[in-house]
DNA sequence: CAGTGGTCTAGACCACACC
DNA sequence: GTGTGGTCTAGACCACTGT
């Protein structure tokens, strides 16, 4: 009846649940309280600690025992079915869900890609200059044709095999691409590197038989199925950053996506 | 210096900027507050009334204008930042930003999208009746090998021409997948009117070349360049719902994709 | 009925960008 | 400084689920 908590009934709340003792949260940190639980609780889930289709915590007691705010667990939570990871019901309670493969790969690159998946990837880069945009290149990046544009070529393998030739036209303004940076690392590092935010790309996937040409570059047999990718990446401003067409050797790779519904 | 609001400054706050006029909220609907918000902005942005590049007025004064707390106006901003629509930036505000294509394909069936790029797509079935799950099946439905499920093959054309040979598995409970259902509109489609919410899925997109028989089927040159792709879908209870296992036309079809970076 | 998540409010303080 | 969005709090009421 009385809205005044009960003087700790039994154990102390903050070292009840199997849940509190991996959450502690650092006020002094600059990263969102909400984001740091949403971390603890997907390392909880993901580190086996809390089982899949096991119930979670509810947000009042998980508030109280972390000492936040109600909103502020409710974000965590929010996030963490956003991801996937928890489903919630009401008049029911928050699960675990059970795990699937979980690759979240949006905006990662074929080099991150590679690497999560314990293939130490190599560079070669093939082409680096500038060329004149043409329509294609134009469109994308939003400048006239004939603009100059920063071209770059690589071949990326990975244990040894090649994997994909990876084309990509940027504006000359983008800095810090030389080609041994390219050869060391992949480019989306190297444009985060450079304070460069990317927020957003649309891509379109396809395929096609590989040209004699191609086929010789990726060791593939003459006419053999090419993945085909084209991307154009976005700042967090909504300017285009980079525009890149893309073919893969389909016997070596594959694009595995996590979709989540909208709304 | 007083907290006091001033009383009203020269024009109601209600009826100021360009905005609210097409902003009413209704409080009595079912729809969250924060929902009509940001379809009102996202009407007013795609039917051209906020300019891109434009700023948007700001959280404060927004919420004074809509009499609703600066919470709910955030709600509001952050949808359509997910969305892709617009741009804020701390200390300088909230901007349009320019549109690009836009479809947030997500959860779409091959069916939503073909019918969106206005092609009134058609369906054959192929195929329709109870098998035992190989091992993929199995892995992918979390059930036992050889359990009985349901198989469902289809080919999808649009514009008289073949696209793509559709081949699902779902469990034998699902109801409302007759023949003649499946041919009158997409799977999902059905589901979603079984009450089944779809919520998530993990897919593989590949390449490979046709056999005489797909190339048949599909109205392709033998040892055609295929698109390939497995999609195990789920519910929101993490429940696989459906797993497929599609080929397409590459000369007639491609993924296209837009991506938000997850963080 | 009690318990859960879903929504909303009215404040507060902070970090950052621009003038 | 001033104004902006980013974060957080401490409540409130409601809708839905299960008993």
Redesign the pocket.
Known sequence: MS?VQIPEARTDPATAGPIPRALAVDRTS?I?????VARGLQELIEGGTVAPGSH??????LSRQL??????V??A??HL?DQGLIV???????RVVQQKVRRPMALTSLYDDLRAGGQEPTTTVLAHDLVGADTAVALALEVPVDTEVLRIERLRSAAGNPVARLTNYLPRTVEGLSATALESGGLYELLRAQGIVLHAATQTVGARRASAAEARLLEETRGAALLTMRRTTFDDHGRPVEYGQHIYAATRYVFQTQLVAPF
């Open positions: 809205p600059p969102p309280l909400w984001y740091q979670l915590d509810n947000e009042i007691l000492k936040l705010s109600r909103p502020t409710r974000r939570m929010e079915v919630r019901q009401r008049g029911v309670g928050t």
